[in-house]
């Protein structure tokens, strides 16, 4: 059980043992909040000795009385409004003159609720219990605020060192270039040209992806829903891999028997399968082949299947994240961004639906996108 | 160049890299052996002594370049080690400011951010490895 810690400042010494005996051994379930609470309570006899307590040491919750001897509860919310940094707690006013002016008086300096005297052992329970909801709330969401910063910083490391790297390298052949000792010799004229070219090729497709990726999280751009066929998609994305196919002598088919309509953003279907022909292409051995699949219907099944490289079961548990790229022997020389998988699998829970992978080592891996064929409106948010 | 070739070990898990640094290290007449990582530097040095090795820092393992340079300097003659780093001052990981105080504790002997101008490498090189 965890233990907020209540300071309650009221000049009648027999109000705050009946509020003491009324909190110290209640305990609070809440919904939505993991955990019991219990409450300790700790007195001060006058607003100036609360003050003291609270800058000493700032409890949870304040039960503030508003007519007190020398400085009143309501100067006393005054100066706490004024600190800096804010105070964390919540301060619940106790008064015995209930009247709308106090309230609004109270609550515009900051008092989050109101007791009017005399209050029954539940009323200040309720009370009690409300405040400490709103707290707890109020605390997780920090929380979650902060650590999202601090998502949002890893992620934009990462985000430079992948573009650096390939910026690195082509500014190191360009030294090269420049170099009267190698930049005369035709061989790494040639190959410092190819090498730069794929390099700036792969910092292109980054940046895609990032777009893609940060358009579909923020929700920012407008999803049009039109009806369209799919298989007129997939053969689309196959006609933007086939150079890149044929070159490696890799066979790409799609067997769509019937017709698969679905209302859906074009440009998100068009990215799914980029993304996924793509990897199915790059993974490839040569001479392999590439099958799409597609499955009409209510829910719209697209299935990507190569004769590639393959994976583990533990590399494809971590396949979907962002910025992972399984390094092995294998894909060593496979340049990637790492976040073409985490597309796919944004757009598919956009699309109310998953994506699953199954894969075995040197055979092949099988992409299954299962989608619902006319799609949700509402932007999904991820919970992440 | 007098005497013997020279023998540099080059370690990064960037071809592109390893390519440059063959192409400019063996146009200044140096011998070039290259590995794309910890474990494959590892075996290449099982029965290779390289006279000196341009390290990257942070490989597939964050530390990988800091205990192959452990390794080098253990090694009877100790190797000279030029270790390379494209830790960005972004990350908060400047290791190239802190080169003069901190390359003692590192065990290495200089260190270069990516990317290596030819003329700043073929300095160090001179350097470590005089005629």
């Known amino acids: ?384 | 160049m007098s005497g013997a070739q020279k023998t540099i070990l080059v370690v990064d898990d960037d071809e592109d890299f390893r390519e440059q640094m063959s192409l400019q290290l063996e146009a200044a007449g140096y011998n070039v052996v290259t590995a794309d990582g910890e474990e494959a530097a590892r075996r290449t040095l099982e029965d290779l002594n390289p006279d000196l090795a341009v390290i990257d820092l942070m490989m597939e393992h964050v530390d990988g370049g800091f205990t192959l340079a452990y390794r080098l300097k253990k090694r009877q003659p100790p190797v000279p080690v030029i270790m390379i780093t494209a830790v960005a001052s972004e990350t908060g990981l400047d290791f190239a400011s802190a080169a003069a105080s901190e390359s003692g504790w590192m065990r290495v002997d200089a260190l270069l951010s990516k990317p290596v101008r030819p003329e700043q490498l073929r300095r160090e090189i001179a350097r470590l490895l005089p005629e």
């Not at chain 1, 919540?90 to 989050?112: D, I, P, Q, S, W």
């Not at chain 1, 007129?232 to 066979?251: H, L």
């Not at chain 1, 294998?330 to 073409?340: A, D, E, H």
């Open chain 1, 1 to 384: 059980m965890e233990t907020l810690r209540v300071l309650m400042v009221e000049d009648e010494a027999a109000m705050r043992a009946a509020v003491s005996r009324a909190l110290s051994r209640y305990t609070l379930r809440l919904p939505d909040i993991e955990g019991e609470y219990g409450f300790a309570i700790e007195e001060a006899g006058s607003a100036e000795e609360g003050l003291a307590r609270i800058e000493a040491s700032p409890p949870d919750i304040v039960l503030l009385d508003h007519k007190l001897p020398g400085m009143s509860g309501v100067e006393l919310l005054g100066i706490l409004a004024e600190k800096q940094p804010p105070v964390s707690f919540l301060t619940v006013m106790m008064t015995a003159y209930a009247t709308l002016e106090n309230a609004v008086v109270a609550t515009k300096r900051g008092a989050y609720d109101f007791l009017a005297k005399p209050f029954t052992p539940d009323e200040l329970r309720s009370v009690v219990s409300k405040t400490t909801r709103h707290l707890l709330l109020t605390r997780e969401t920090r929380r979650l605020a902060q650590e999202k910063r601090q998502v949002r910083f890893q992620l934009l490391s990462v985000i430079v060192h992948e573009l650096k790297a390939p910026l690195a390298a082509i500014e190191g052949y360009l030294y090269l270039l420049q170099d009267p000792g190698t930049g005369s010799d035709p061989a790494v004229y040639k190959k410092a040209v190819d090498r730069s070219l794929v390099r700036i090729g792969g910092m292109r497709k980054l940046i895609t992806d990032l777009l893609d990726l940060t358009r579909i999280e923020s929700g920012q751009k407008r999803r049009e829903l039109v009806p369209l066929e799919l298989a007129d998609v997939a053969r689309a994305a196959i006609e933007s891999v086939q150079p890149e196919a044929e070159r490696r002598g890799i066979a790409v088919t799609l067997h769509a028997p019937e017709p698969v309509p679905m209302v859906a953003d074009r440009a998100e279907m068009e990215i799914l399968f980029n993304n996924l022909l793509t990897n199915a292409v790059k993974y490839n051995r040569d001479g392999g082949t590439v099958t799409v699949r597609l499955t009409g219907g209510e829910r719209v099944r697209i299935e990507v299947a190569d004769t590639g490289i393959g994976m583990t079961p533990e590399e494809t548990a971590r396949l979907f994240h962002e910025f992972v790229r399984i390094k092995n022997e294998k894909t060593r020389n496979i340049p990637g961004s790492g976040l073409g998988l985490s597309v796919v699998r944004k757009l598919a829970h956009l699309n109310g639906g998953e994506v699953t992978v199954e894969s075995s080592p040197g055979v092949g891996s099988t992409f299954t996108v299962e989608i619902a064929a006319h799609s949700p409106e509402a932007q999904e948010t991820e919970p992440e």
